[in-house]
């Protein structure tokens, strides 16, 4: 594989496990309610509405034959659409401006909500937590698989899926360690990177745009990563200072 194709199934990974860890969170606190049986039922249904999506759309996509260019600018708009959405709120969040997701507080709030209702109603707030989270990583693997390789964006968030389970069920807790706000922050910049680089290279043509090449992703990356940073140092809230300070 090329720098591009691990370029583009690392972004997949890191933003589907973003995705499935806050998935998991919602199913855990179901299953505490109404157990392990029924709110794994909920997550396997609405995985399998996600991985239809996934296959139908890879065939459609096979099948549908249209100028890779413009398959390519399509896809880099979306890409920038949905990566500074992302890289928007990271930086927020790193400036004191937003809230740090919690997943221990979101935790609390599923079971709170859950803890009065009947089992059917459980069971569709699991299923609709995992439907939802699933939705964009469809969206991602679609995003990314048309330009890098479907089969290889799809198995980095399986792969992804499965790390999350193999981690969630070792602990059997909500994954609050998962740095959530640096991995979106990441996966942000390498999405507007990768829009930057197809919605230009196939507007106006990638030999003419981007001399370098693949090289210009990294290049791009690191941009963006550093413009965020600087900017959210710039944003910073700053701290309140003590009592009695400039009195």
């Keep these: 594989m090329n720098a591009t194709q691990w370029g583009g199934m690392t972004a997949v990974f890191l933003a589907s496990a973003v995705e499935w860890v806050e998935a998991f969170t919602i199913v855990l606190a179901v299953a505490l ?21 996934i296959a139908v759309t890879g065939i459609g996509l096979t099948v549908v034959r ?10 880099g708009l979306f890409l920038l659409l949905f990566g500074l959405r992302w890289y928007v709120k990271a930086i927020r969040r790193y400036a004191g401006r937003t809230r740090l997701h919690d997943e221990a507080e979101e935790f ?48 980095g968030a399986v792969a992804a899926l499965l790390a999350v389970i193999a981690a969630g069920l070792a602990l059997r807790a909500p994954l609050t360690r998962v740095p959530e706000n640096t991995l979106k922050f990441l996966v942000a910049s390498a999405l507007l990177s990768f829009g930057t680089f197809w919605s230009l290279g196939g507007l106006l043509g990638e030999n003419r745009v981007w001399p370098l090449h693949d090289l210009s992703l990294p290049i791009l990356f690191l941009v963006f990563a550093t413009a965020g940073r600087l900017s959210a140092a710039r944003l910073r809230v700053p701290a309140a200072a003590p009592q009695g300070v400039g009195a």
């Design 33 to 53: 309610t109404i157990g392990w049986a029924r709110a794994a039922g909920a997550a396997l249904a609405a995985l399998a509405v996600v991985a239809a999506l």
């Design 66 to 75: 249209a100028d890779i260019d413009d398959i390519r600018a399509a896809i």
């Design 108 to 155: 609390a709030h599923t079971r709170e909500l859950v803890g009065h209702a009947e089992a059917r109603v459980a069971w569709a707030v699991a299923f609709k937590g995992v439907l939802l989270e699933g939705l964009e990583v469809w969206l991602l693997v679609v995003a990314l698989g048309r330009s890098v390789s479907y089969a290889q964006a799809s198995a």
